[in-house]
């Protein structure tokens, strides 16, 4: 049989030292997300085809991994997890608001890999389910700009923040009658010049005027409470409400302590269509990046999945993208092998006593190696430093006769001899 | 759009009142292997269908979710792991011996559902490969065996164990020639009478006097090293070899702790055509539910996909038999939602305050909720209370005036007030 060693494209076999910082990364994203009070979930990684098809809008339908079960359901590996917290959240009518889930888990598209996009990769999601308020937005916020304020990568990450309801009033205040349009090109605005995107407005049915005004309105960009203090000064009444709303929203995040990576930035509007209020993405500060996470509010779209109204609030966590930023840090691995203590036995006869030891240290919830081979003195050390051991605990028969063992600290090379019974307390 | 609520047959929606208690189990089994020194792995979901189908001997092809991706290729979500860490094995020829492996994944088999059979599961895997020695098959069984002490289960679990050769050598000592024949019967002896197993062993070619003595062997069961010795004395010279290796396992399985739930079991075959040594498996003592776990030693199947020999020893732990156990045993949920404190603001006013209270809590890994919905302060307990929050923190305009806070004990009730500044170290 001939075997092709390679993973599919797009998949990764992740050994032990490629997996330590990604299982690092996640039990960051974990202990964030349960300090804020996210509850983890775990939904199903297969569903039916029609949580996807069945939504006209979704072009995510064309990289599914779909096909038929042998029960002849049309099933799919998931591409993402919101039309299934959807049907969560329909399912029960029992649960106590808000919701706050989060978790990570595998997701599949087929689509061209490149760097940071991969056909299996994993996600982090956190959502807040059955609240419309702004406090709801500033969690969701300060949730994923912790992450990054632990992994100690807060300033080189951008976190731009906008509000498609305070777009679209002022795009109105200023005349503009199509401002649905007029956001679809701005949400590209970033990969056009200046005059191809006034030029794009006017073929949508702008004015000259009014496509001059917009690409000013979306250069607005800065730290929130400034920028929004100045744009209340030139908008009319109607705007006034969501320009309250941003300002509670930038008065939360300075309380979250996560002010000082946002911007309020009126150009961001995030293609997806069933965002219906705030939207924010946070990108590598340097630009070079695919999104490391982004979100926004949906209050419309869990209806589409059953009889209750839930308004919605919620951000995906890239990990891919994260890893490739700290690539670029140079702080890549960010966990390697580590092992508290190796157990070296110097004979066979000692080879019990030396298990014993191991199992007693083990059970102190210790890191414990110890030979499985029958391998010599220096073969042992070799391995314990392979295996980056902080500790040699070499058990021999000459120091058991004393009633002693030899510790060894592979740091400094240094060693010392102690009684049998300081085993426990001078490793643990 | 008419949505199925539910989540296809065999697979589950996870609420976090579910997930919790199978979170904490996956942690468990991660503590453990990492005390051990395993490292953890992270191998795709999905791979060619060749690791599986090209091998003749497996019956895991029919309940596979195979299908053709967009690309034309033959893939399938992964039905276990051996292959693909087979594969992972062959790939790298530079990875120091022992390779000690583990990790819990999901699975995915389309057969029929029962209790703790589901379509889409989880499993824990675990291997040492590269070496051949009775060290590493007790470190296997003794990894095994601490899971289920961690969790305070180790009474309720048979852990059963026996060695392929030692059997096969037995039976060829007592001059029976079709070895492989007794042991495909020896593998269904548990579903079968004494009158029908000795019969099934005569249609197979056995002498009746033959088939009364593989009855027998395969009856002994109980200690390990208790029945080795006898054994022992009435075996032939050619099979010492083979005992003295079960008496060293029984030997190291004392020193690691977990012999008063191990058994030697001459009956145990596993039917899995591809171990060559060691077996085992664990149970229920009660014997109701399917294997909590099982494994042994399979020296020539990695070999099958590339070109280095290298012997394995492994085992797979089940979550949902384990679950199924915990629920016997009356202690499911193990974990429910747990919440440190939640900060509950009196009035508008305040919640600037509180939210900073909230942000400086978290900080020290508290996990910690607050107000989101401008809510009333008999609405805010009802929501701390039903998110189990040991602590409410309560911050008013009155107790603000004196540099004051509140604190609410939920489980006594006690209220005390605290000054200001002394909130972190009074709820950390």
């Known amino acids: 049989m001939t075997v092709e060693l390679e993973s599919l494209k797009g998949t990764y076999d ?11 990364l996640i039990e960051v994203v974990g202990e964030v997300a349960e300090s804020f009070g996210f509850r983890e979930i775990d939904p199903p990684s297969i569903e039916r085809q029609g949580l996807w098809t069945e939504k006209e809008e979704d072009s995510v339908t064309d990289e599914m991994y779909a096909f038929e079960d042998k029960g002849g359901k049309d099933i ?42 991969d056909r299996e990769f994993m996600q982090g ?11 709801a937005d500033a969690e969701i916020i300060a949730a994923a700009g912790t992450i990054f304020k632990r992994l100690d990568l807060d300033d080189r990450v951008s976190l731009r923040i906008n509000d498609r309801e305070l777009l679209e009033s002022i795009l109105e205040s200023h005349g503009i009658e199509k401002t649905e349009e007029a956001m679809k090109v701005v949400d590209d605005k970033e990969k ?13 049915g702008l004015s000259g005027e009014a496509a001059e005004q917009v690409d000013e309105l979306t250069d607005i960009s800065g730290p929130i409470l400034e920028n929004i203090e100045s744009l209340r000064e030139t ?16 008065e939360a995040l300075e309380r979250h302590g996560v002010a000082d990576m946002c911007r309020f930035d009126l150009s961001i509007v995030r293609g997806l269509a069933y965002y219906t209020g705030l939207v924010f993405e946070a990108f590598d500060s340097e630009g070079e990046l695919r ?12 209806s589409e999945f059953g009889e209750q109204e839930v308004p919605a609030v919620g951000f995906a966590f890239g990990y891919s993208p994260t890893i490739e930023l700290l690539k670029k840090e140079g702080r ?19 080879r019990g006593k030396a298990l014993g030891y ?56 240094d060693e010392r001899k102690i009684p049998q019974d300081e085993v426990l307390e001078s490793l643990s």
């Open 332 to 350: 890549y691995p960010l966990k390697g092998t580590e092992t508290d203590a190796y157990v070296l036995s110097v004979s066979e006869s000692v």
């Open 14 to 24: 992740y050994y032990a030292e490629d997996w330590a910082t990604r299982k690092h």
């Open 235 to 250: 908008a009319p009444e109607e705007v006034q409400e969501r320009i309250d709303r941003m300002e509670s929203l930038g």
């Open 125 to 135: 999601d956190f959502d807040i389910f059955g609240l419309e308020s702004v406090e």
């Open 76 to 117: 799919t590996l998931v591409p993402e997890q919101t039309p299934t917290r959807a049907r969560m959240i329909q399912r029960r009518k029992d649960l106590k608001t808000p919701v706050k889930w989060y978790s990570t888990s595998k997701r599949w598209r087929y689509e061209d890999v490149t760097k940071g996009r």
């Open 358 to 413: 191991a199992a007693e240290l083990r059970n102190e919830g210790l890191c414990v190696e110890t030979d499985l081979g029958d391998r010599s003195f220096g073969q042992q050390l070799g391995y314990a430093d392979s295996i980056n051991a902080e500790k040699v605990l070499i058990v021999g028969e000459n120091d058991l006769e004393n009633d002693e063992v030899t510790v060894k600290d592979m740091e400094t090379g």
């Open 291 to 302: 999104a490391l996470f982004g979100g926004g509010r949906y209050d419309d779209l869990v």
């Open 192 to 204: 056009m010049g200046e005059e191809e995107f006034r030029e794009d407005l006017r073929e949508r």
